[in-house]
Every structure is written in C-alpha cells, then in structure tokens.
C-alpha cells in the first residue's frame, strides 16, 4: 500500500512536471480538429452559441422565466459543464487512444489525464467570450464574488484530475466503460441544474441536489460569475471530494499504472 | 555513468478476448462465483515473453541480441526502454535512452513538418532552447526545405521516412535500443542516414541492437545475446555466440 502510494505519487509528480508535453498535446489537440476550417477554433465558440441561444428562448417560455436573466444563466452553466462532463467522457479514451506513443515512450500516465484537462480548459477559453457578450446584451453585472471563480475553477480541476486519472486507467483495462461512463454522464446531466435553476427544485420541495456532486461543482464555477458567493456546503463538499478522491487514486495508480501498457 | 541491470526479469503479457475485456464480464464472473471461475480464465491468456533474465550492460557494450522471431528480443528492448515494466524481478536503467524501434512515434499528420519537429523534441523533453537547435539540424539534414512548412500528410513515403529518421537521430542518447538497422529512402540519402546512424552509435555508450542480419550485427557489435523462449540461452563475443547460432549448437 505505501509502496503503491509512492509510485503513485511518482507518477503524478512526473506527469504535472512534463507540462510542456501536455500542454504542447492539448493545444495540438484543439488545433487539429479545426485545421481545415476557416473560423478555426472558433467553431467551438459558434457552436456553443448556438445551442445557448436556441436553448435560452425555448426554455425561458417553457419554464415562463424571463429571457435577460435565464439566457445569461445558462451561458454561464453551459461553460461549466461543458468542462466537466467532456473531461469525464474523453477521459475514458485517454490512454487507450494513445497506445501507439505508450509503447514507444516512457511517459508517465497522469500527463495524459493532465492533457485532457488542459485541451477542455482551452476549448472552454472560446466559449467563455460568450458569457461578456451575453451579459452585456443583457445588462447583466459582475462583482467582486467574481473572485470566488479562483476557488472554484481550482477545485474542480483538482476534481477533473482525480476522476480522468481513474476512469483512465480503468478504461484502458476494461473496453465496456467508456460506454457506461457517456451513459451515466447523460443522466447526471439531467438530473444536474445545468439547464434548469436550482430554485426550480427547490420550490418543489427537492432538496437532494446538495447531495449531487456534480451539482455542487457546477455552482462553485457558475455562482462567482452570476454574482454570488457559492454555499459553503458546496464549496466544503467539492474540497473533500478532492481530498477523498486523490487519496483513494494515488494508490490504485501506483498499483495500476505502470501495468496500462500491457492492457493496450 | 550508463548501465543497464536486470535481475531475474519476467514480463507475462496478458492476451485478452473481447469478454476478458468486459467490466460486465468481470462482475458477472465475481457475483456468479464457483462454477464459472474457469470460464473466467478462458478470456485471459498469459504469455511469459520474457523469463528469467538476468544481465548487466556497462558502458562501452555494444550488444546484439539474436534469435528467431518471439524469442522475446522486441520484449527485452521494451523493457530495457523503460516501456514494459517487469511483471517480476528488477530492471535499473540508467542513462538517456533512445528507444529506436519506431521512427514515427508521435507524429501528426496534419501538423508540418516544423511543427512535427518541434513537437517530438517536446515529447523527448527537450526545453524551448534545445528544441530550437534542434530544427535546423534536423531540416538540414532531411534536405526537405520548403515541404517542412507543409503538413506531413502530403509528404511521400520517402519524405516520411526521411523526416522521421532526421527526428530521431537528432539527440545523441546514451543508450540506443535499436530493432533491426533501419534503411531510409534513396541511394544518397541511404548513405548519409548509415553515416548519421553510424555516428550516434559510435558515440553512444551502450547499444544494444536486435537484428537477424549477422553482417550488421558483427559490425556493430562486440558481444552477442542468444535469446529462446524469453530466456537467454547463451552469451558471449559476437562471433562465437553467432558461430553457434547459425550451426544451430545449443551451449551446454
């Protein structure tokens, strides 16, 4: 177990210190898919409008709230969970994508948990020039609980970290996860505040969301932004998710890591 | 200074089916118990590539490694280049290694060939002042010019081979593993590439070099390993362990 524990320790260490390489992997990444495209990259960012604005009128008159606060709102969730749940589901492919380099080189594999991360966190630097455009259209303010963003975005890539690294190497493995893991992820969507407003449950009288880890990571990156200062349940629960999640993945990849290039 | 050690090395390659793939399998087999714990085993099949090794390399070894196809040569190289970690047993690798068995690793064909460049002098761990030496070095040598700011999908086969071969001979490593000497394109070039590959192999501290081609082997190397099965079946100088090889007499 501590020897597992080190191992795994040492395969993080390894992998945060080759930054260059997944930095240069996820940009390349990014690049890739819209080489051949006039707009580029920014194809993201169309695209993300697209489903906002379709999405913002529609849903506004069919939960009978008002657009100006509504279509802010959503930009603002779409952004966040756009993070979370394509680093989930393309975490699942991470290194069994990549066995040809896998063979060849001695790469550590928590760089490739640390590429995905890094190609989402780019991919959601496009969509974030949406949230100013929206909010101006809307006259819809920031504050300094903006400030809270630094909290939040930390804890959830220290989230998104422990959860690629495990469902990385478990994926590498057993070749039926990747389909359960975009399954799971389609319900949590729904059952997530993504596109509707906590308060909506609420005043139904549902209080089970605070039990949604995935409802607590998407407020403390949504609240800051709209104004707020996310709950500290929320806050409080996203850090102990952190601490729990890395202390149970250190070990297991130390276990298991190494043993990835004979599963590919 | 480079060495390399190995005690007592295994590597069972696990082969899995479809089944031995599944998570669903797997749980259905744990919850189902008993009866089908050997229906279990079937989607496993465990190869032993390698068995038993022991050998310390030093610097100045310059060694081939012979024997017929999966004798485990490609194995032993994989675990010597820190690839395949031994499933039993201890393998110390010092030095810099270059793990020569694939030239294209790391490759995007949509990227050119600048950018290919760049991006493998990244994944060997270059910093931003190495990998910016490494470039005109590299375009020199492949002789491509302007098609290096083309993307390398356009390239032909020999361009491929010449940009590959140019990347990954441009580091001198301490430790080359090489799978069979690799030829590269046209007749001018070819000689240029042997000359190129020459020299690291000079230079380099230790080589070890799979090959079947005898005439390469008893020019690159002094001594030679004899591998069967996984497990080296004899050692020694290149020529008499070859001299046994090919006259098929096992050591005693």
């Not at chain 1, 975490?91 to 001695?106: D, G, I, K, V, Y």
């Not at chain 1, 930390?154 to 690294?165: D, K, Q, R, S």
């Not at chain 2, 189902?32 to 100045?60: K, P, S």
């Not at chain 2, 001979?169 to 394109?185: F, H, N, R, S």
Request: proline letters at 4%.
């Amino acid at each position: 177990m501590l020897k597992d524990s080190r191992a795994g320790m040492a395969d993080i260490y390894r992998g945060l210190s080759s930054w260059r390489t997944w930095s240069m992997l996820a940009w390349n990444d990014v690049r890739g898919r819209y080489r051949r495209s006039g707009l580029g990259q920014f194809w993201l960012t169309l695209s993300m409008a697209a489903t906002i604005f379709g999405m913002g009128f529609v849903y506004a008159r069919l939960f009978a709230l008002n657009v100006s606060t509504y279509l802010p709102y959503i930009t603002v969730t779409f952004v966040a969970w756009g993070i979370i749940s394509t680093v989930v589901v393309e975490s699942c492919n991470a290194l069994s994508e990549n066995e040809h380099m896998l063979r060849q080189l001695p790469l550590p594999r928590s760089l490739f948990a640390c590429r995905v991360i890094a190609r989402n966190l780019i991919v959601a630097a496009h969509n974030v020039l949406l949230i100013p455009v929206v909010f101006i259209w809307f006259h819809v303010g920031i504050n300094a609980n903006i400030l809270w963003i630094v909290l939040g975005l930390g804890l959830l890539v220290v989230n998104a970290f422990w959860i690629a690294y495990l469902l990385s190497i478990i994926c590498a493995r057993y070749r039926d996860v990747p389909q359960i893991v975009s399954s799971v992820m389609q319900v949590i969507f729904f059952v997530t505040p993504v596109i509707y407003l906590p308060a909506q449950l609420a005043q139904r009288g549902v209080t089970l969301l605070k039990w949604n880890p995935f409802a607590n990571l998407l407020e403390i990156v949504r609240d800051p932004i709209l104004g707020a200062v996310p709950s500290s349940w929320a806050l409080l629960s996203c850090a102990t998710m952190a601490i729990v999640g890395l202390a149970m993945v250190v070990p297991f990849a130390g276990h298991y890591a190494p043993r990835v290039v004979y599963w590919l | 200074m480079p060495s390399i050690t190995l005690q007592d090395v295994c590597v069972d390659l696990p082969i899995y089916n479809s089944r031995g793939r599944s998570l669903k399998s797997a749980i259905l087999a744990q919850t189902v118990g008993g009866g089908l714990a050997d229906d279990r085993d079937q989607n496993v099949v465990v190869i032993r590539a390698l068995n038993h090794v022991t050998l310390h390399l030093e610097h100045g070894s310059k060694v081939a490694l012979i024997g017929a196809n999966g004798a485990g040569k490609t194995t032993l190289l994989r675990v010597m280049g820190k690839i395949y970690p031994p499933t039993g047993g201890v393998a110390d690798v010092v030095g810099r290694i270059a793990c020569l068995t694939d030239l294209n690793v790391g490759m995007d064909p949509e990227a050119t060939g600048y950018e290919n460049i760049r991006m493998r002098g990244v994944l060997l761990g270059l910093t931003r002042q190495e990998i910016a030496k490494l470039v005109p070095d590299v375009a020199e040598f492949t002789e491509l010019g302007e098609y290096l700011t083309l993307p390398i999908r356009c390239y032909s086969q020999g361009m491929m081979l010449r940009l590959a071969f140019g990347i990954s001979t441009a580091i001198q490593p301490e430790i080359i593993l090489l799978d069979e000497i690799i030829g590269v394109g046209d007749q001018a070039f070819a000689e240029r590439a042997r000359q190129r590959l020459n020299s690291l192999i000079e230079a380099a501290s230790i080589l070890v070099l799979a090959s079947h081609n005898l005439h390469t082997i008893s020019q690159f190397c002094s001594s030679a390993i004899w591998m069967s099965h996984g497990r080296v079946i004899d050692r020694g100088p290149a020529a008499e362990v070859l001299d046994r090889y090919e006259n098929g007499v096992q050591p005693p």
